[in-house]
């Protein structure tokens, strides 16, 4: 798989996928660069994924990748119940337009299902 590489080395990468993550999982709407969001869109719909089934398995896991405790607790007792019924697309990133500052592609991630 192609994936982006941001100028990053692949350590910087995984910390940045996992606070992305995390800041996203507390506050359920987070505007950051278009190609990150892009970026974060599968990591995110495996954790919900994964927190709907809410297995042992699934917890070692969230504590493996997200780095606070109060953000695994909101995904399985708050987020991941939210989509029982529904199989897969539980987020959504939409266009903001141009940054001022350098001109970058400015977009918002958020998690569906208020």
Do not use: W
């Not at 660069?33 to 994924?49: C, D, N, S, W, Y």
């Amino acid at each position: 798989m192609n994936r982006r590489k941001f100028g990053r080395t692949p350590e910087h990468r995984k910390a940045m996928m996992r606070n992305l993550c995390t800041a996203l999982v507390m506050h359920e709407r987070i505007t950051t660069t278009l190609q990150k969001a892009k970026e974060m869109r599968p990591f995110v719909e495996r954790l919900i994924h994964k927190a709907k089934a809410n297995t042992p398995q699934s917890r070692i896991y969230m504590k493996s990748f997200l780095f606070s405790n109060a953000a695994i607790d909101k995904l399985f007792n708050e987020i991941a119940p939210r989509f029982n019924e529904l199989p897969a697309g539980f987020t959504r990133v939409e266009l903001l337009g141009k940054r001022k500052s350098d001109k970058g592609d400015a977009a918002i991630i958020e998690i569906l299902g208020n």
